[in-house]
């Protein structure tokens, strides 16, 4: 079974950093789109940032500059960097992988709170 493994989520000041880590063991990784979800209360699931196989990253506008995408394919780890953190980042965090035929998980979700 497939699981997608968050961590790295907390509580932090506005203008402060984190560091997220999603790990994939069982995932064939080098063969997924990885990306970065986020779901604030009361509003809908939307795309932070992804990256590609070949490495090409994609952000939405409310992150670019601030936020940066990696992954690890030896390690089977995509990591999510967050700086200049903003009280509307505060969100449940998930992590994505997906590939053509169907093939598409989630994790379970990690809190980031930013908040004085």
């Known amino acids: 079974q497939v699981q997608l493994l968050e961590s790295g989520g907390g509580k932090v000041q506005p203008g402060g950093c984190l560091r997220l880590s999603c790990a994939a063991p069982r995932l064939m990784f080098d063969l997924y789109t990885m990306g970065w979800y986020r779901q604030a209360v009361g509003k809908q699931r939307e795309l932070v940032a992804s990256i590609t196989r070949d490495g090409t990253t994609n952000y939405a506008d409310s992150v670019e500059g601030r936020f940066s995408i990696s992954r690890d394919n030896a390690k089977r780890t995509v990591f999510l960097g967050m700086n200049s953190l903003r009280p509307e980042d505060t969100a449940v965090y998930y992590c994505?992988?997906?590939?053509?035929?169907?093939?598409?998980?989630w994790g379970q979700g990690t809190q980031v709170t930013v908040s004085s």
């Open positions: 994505n992988a997906i590939r053509l035929g169907g093939f598409n998980y």
